[in-house]
Structures are given as structure tokens and as C-alpha cells.
């Protein structure tokens, strides 16, 4: 076992989202905005052009932003963010939509879906859906070809992007590639179930001290189902998919100190049973959240990049 990294040591003091029995879905939100304002001193990463655009959702505009790094015909790349559904938006995974433009040289489109409360499961998974078959019927409009268009996601949003590439599958619309970074992928039981939770071991060994709490998990959950059962469903839990078989080339990054972990360890290993070609990147020392910690901690930067070589390069071959 890999210590954890003495500068992820460090900053987790600072992280929010501790505290479920007082957090609401607005200081949620205002936690992880006020986080990524910290940063504001520091100069994102350059891209050569950066736009606010919308996408044809079913219930209306989606917004999304949309950058690329040159204007040659390029990959395209649906990017959905994390912040456990009711959390998280465009500006709190601006420099992470950045990094993925810059490092696998394609147009990053990301989502702005509806969150929960307001807009309980599935709206963000409609939403998700929506936005890779608008992008595919656009595809002229971002990188110009519909031979490498992937998806990719970190945490709820590695969820949304597990899930949506099923659906892809399920359409016929093939995409070349899908980045799961730390995936929500089993939410039967809503993390609260004594029995689910002992599927995966992880869920008791990092349930707190590391950022992300097993309590918090169920406090996502809680917000983003309207009843246990919706767990069963695969577009909750894609875990539960009747079949992985024919789905894109997948890169799964998990981190050590995350209870998380097991069940995105667990979704690698029955995407390569069926068959799926993935790839794992397995965070030694890291906690979830670590792509978004890059700049603190040198290791969480070098994990990110090999995980974005790998996509990159499934991207380029192309589906």
C-alpha cells in the first residue's frame, strides 16, 4: 500500500463537503464555486478559444462551453463534471475541461445538466445523453469528426458519462472512447445499505478522513434519487447494466483513499469480463477528487496526465 501523498495530506483540512448533517444543496454549491475562486491568482491553462454555447436538451437549451485548442478538424469530447449531481458546474471544472483540451488535442464540450433537487434522477442523465447526440448531429460545429468523439466525466460525472456511453451503445451511435475518473457506479442502496456497502470494502476502509465520506455519498444519493429502487436502474448505476458488451474503449481512474474506489475497480473489471478494452489507472496515494489537484500535489498532476495519454490515444485510433 502506497502511504498517501504528504501534499494531499495537506490540503485535505481545506476541502469542503464535509459535514452532511448541516450541508444543503445551495452551500454545496457555494463551497465548491468558493474553492475554485481560491484559485483565481492562479492563470488557467491556456486554449486558443473559449465560448459559452447551448445544446438541444429535453427540456429545453442546455448550456455548455465548449474549447478548443486550435481550429483543425480534431477528436471531440463530451466533458460532464463532478460534484456528486447536486454540486459542481461549468466554472468549478473549467480548468479540468482545459487540461483535457490541451492534453488530448481535442474540442472539450462541457455540460451544464440539470441538477438535483430541482431536477431529480434521471434529468442529468437526459440531459448527458442529449448533449453527446446533439454534439454527434452537430459534429461540423466542434472538431469536425464523428469517428473520434468520446466522453468523460470525473466522479458523478464519471457516472453520467459511464451511463451515457451505454445508451450510445443502445442507439448505435459509437463513440471512440470514454475517461471515467474516480465513477460513481453502483448507487443500489444509496450507500446507507449495510449489505451493498460490504460489496465493496473501500466504502468502510476510506469512509471518512479523506475527503470524500461514505455520509456524503448517501447525502448525494438522498438528493439525486426520489425513491431506493431507482439504485436498480442502470442509468443510476451502470454497474447494473444488463450488458457491458460493445461499449467504447474505457480509461477508469480510481483513487487509493476513496470509497469510491472498489465499486469503480469493480466496473473495470466487468467491462474487461465483457470484453471492452480499458485501460486503469489506480491512484496510489490519492483521494478522489485529485484531477482537480494538480497544482497542489505533483503526483495527483502525473496520475491525470498518464490517465488523459491513455484517452488521447484512444481518441486519436478512433472508433
Not at 438541444?56 to 463534471?81: D, E, L, N, W
Request: with cysteine; proline share 6%.
Amino acid at each position: 500500500m502506497t502511504p498517501l501523498d504528504p501534499a494531499i495530506a495537506q490540503i485535505i483540512p481545506l476541502l469542503p463537503l464535509r459535514d452532511p448533517a448541516s450541508m444543503t444543496p445551495q452551500s454545496a454549491r457555494e463551497s465548491l464555486s468558493a474553492l475554485a475562486a481560491a484559485r483565481a491568482a492562479v492563470p488557467p491553462p491556456v486554449v486558443a478559444d473559449v465560448a459559452d454555447i447551448s445544446l438541444k436538451g429535453p427540456a429545453g437549451a442546455i448550456p455548455a462551453r465548449r474549447y478548443r485548442v486550435s481550429s483543425a478538424k480534431a477528436s471531440t469530447v463530451v466533458f460532464f463534471h463532478g460534484g456528486g449531481w447536486v454540486a459542481g458546474d461549468i466554472e468549478t471544472h473549467d480548468r479540468q475541461a482545459r487540461l483535457l483540451a490541451i492534453e488530448t488535442g481535442a474540442v472539450v464540450v462541457s455540460v451544464d445538466y440539470r441538477r438535483p433537487p430541482e431536477a431529480k434522477f434521471p434529468a442529468a442523465f437526459d440531459d448527458c445523453f442529449a448533449a453527446v447526440r446533439d454534439v454527434f448531429a452537430r459534429i461540423g460545429d466542434f472538431g469536425g469528426d464523428p469517428a473520434r468523439v468520446g466522453v468523460a466525466g470525473d466522479s458523478a460525472g464519471g457516472n453520467l458519462a459511464a451511463a451515457a456511453a451505454i445508451a450510445c451503445r443502445d442507439a448505435g451511435q459509437k463513440l471512440a472512447a470514454q475517461l471515467l475518473v474516480y465513477p460513481v457506479t453502483d448507487v443500489m442502496g444509496g450507500y446507507a445499505d449495510a449489505k451493498e456497502n460490504a460489496r465493496y470494502h473501500s466504502r468502510a476502509e476510506n469512509a471518512e478522513g479523506y475527503f470524500l465520506s461514505r455520509a456524503v455519498m448517501e447525502w448525494f444519493a438522498g438528493h439525486y434519487l426520489s425513491a431506493a429502487r431507482e439504485g436498480a436502474d442502470w442509468r443510476a448505476s451502470p454497474m447494473r447494466a444488463k450488458s457491458l458488451a460493445g461499449l467504447a474503449p474505457a480509461v477508469v481512474c480510481t483513487a487509493y483513499f476513496d470509497p469510491l474506489r472498489d465499486e469503480g475497480e469493480a466496473y473495470a473489471d466487468a467491462l474487461a469480463a465483457a470484453g471492452v478494452e480499458t485501460k486503469r489507472h489506480r491512484g496510489p496515494g490519492l483521494i478522489h477528487g485529485y484531477f482537480g489537484m494538480g497544482e497542489a500535489s505533483d503526483a495527483a498532476r502525473a496520475e491525470a496526465q498518464r490517465a488523459r495519454a491513455d484517452f488521447k490515444a484512444m481518441l486519436d485510433r478512433g472508433a
